[in-house]
């Protein structure tokens, strides 16, 4: 069982920068992919960003490249999402999402995840 939680949210205007962070529980953090995933207002959840257990692969939504980096800390059970150049449309609740090891569902799928965080706002304003 992993338990996730997410921090760094809050409001921020139009062209700024936000770093969320997700902890997770677990002594084998290393064999989790990991995701972020987001659900703005009155929009299903979207997936964000991705990264598999050793951080040798990310993956983006198309939207966000080039703005967003995942990264994360083996050492410290952490995964993060540092978020620049944000826009209005970037206002969700963004969640941290974790896969079980050897899972082969696309890392873009929120099917593919077994665990969820709780989630944090990130409001954007213009």
């Known amino acids: 069982q992993v338990q996730l939680v997410e921090s760094g949210g809050g409001l921020v205007q139009a062209g700024g920068s936000l770093r969320l962070s997700c902890a997770a529980s677990?002594?084998?953090?290393?064999?989790?992919?990991m995701g972020w995933f987001r659900q703005g207002p009155g929009k299903e959840r979207e997936f964000v960003a991705g990264?598999?257990?050793?951080?040798?692969?990310?993956y983006y939504t198309d939207s966000v490249k080039g703005r967003f980096t995942i990264v994360r800390d083996n050492a410290k059970n952490t995964v993060s999402l540092q978020m620049n150049s944000l826009k209005p449309e970037d206002t969700a609740i963004y969640y941290c999402?974790?896969?079980?090891?050897?899972?082969?569902?696309?890392?873009?799928?929120?099917?593919?995840?077994?665990?969820w965080g709780q989630g944090t706002q990130v409001t954007v304003s213009s």
């Open positions: 990264i598999s257990g050793s951080g040798s692969f990310t």
């Open positions: 999402a974790a896969r079980r090891p050897y899972s082969t569902g696309s890392y873009y799928l929120g099917n593919s995840y077994n665990y």
């Open positions: 677990g002594r084998t953090f290393s064999s989790y992919g």
